[in-house]
Nanobody
Framework: QVQLVESGGGSVQAGGSLRLSCAASGRTVVDYWTMGWFRQAPGKDREFVARISPNSGQTIYAASVKGRFTISRDNAKNTGYLQMNGLKPDDAAVYYC??????????????WGQGTQVTVSS
């Protein structure tokens, strides 16, 4: 079993930055898994934000965040990151990290964190 814990959420003004972290623990070696970030705003479906391959060789971003967000991971620390710059009110949501297979669907991922809230004021 793998446990994921996100941190780093908070409230910022539009144009600000936040860095989310996702700490993994448990029996599974995280090196084998794609790490993804998703977000869900009130009344909306959970949507894909970014993903990174196990060896950090590949990264994919949703069009809405490309150029503003950067996903990374440190397998030695069992931790992933999502650097968010140029935040917009539309980025406000609960952000979730996940481990799973290479894909941008929620069903591609097996393990999920509990989420961290990001609020962006205009």
């Amino acid at each position: 079993q793998v446990q994921l814990v996100e941190s780093g959420g908070g409230s910022v003004q539009a144009g600000g930055s936040l860095r989310l972290s996702c700490a993994a623990s448990g029996r599974t070696v995280v090196d084998y898994w794609t790490m993804g970030w998703f977000r869900q705003a009130p009344g909306k479906d959970r949507e894909f934000v970014a993903r990174i391959s196990p060896n950090s060789g590949q990264t994919i971003y949703a069009a809405s965040v490309k150029g503003r967000f950067t996903i990374s991971r440190d397998n030695a620390k069992n931790t992933g990151y999502l650097q968010m710059n140029g935040l917009k009110p539309d980025d406000a949501a609960v952000y979730y990290c996940a481990l799973g297979s290479w894909g941008d669907r929620s069903t591609d991922y097996t393990y999920w964190g509990q989420g961290t809230q990001v609020t962006v004021s205009s």
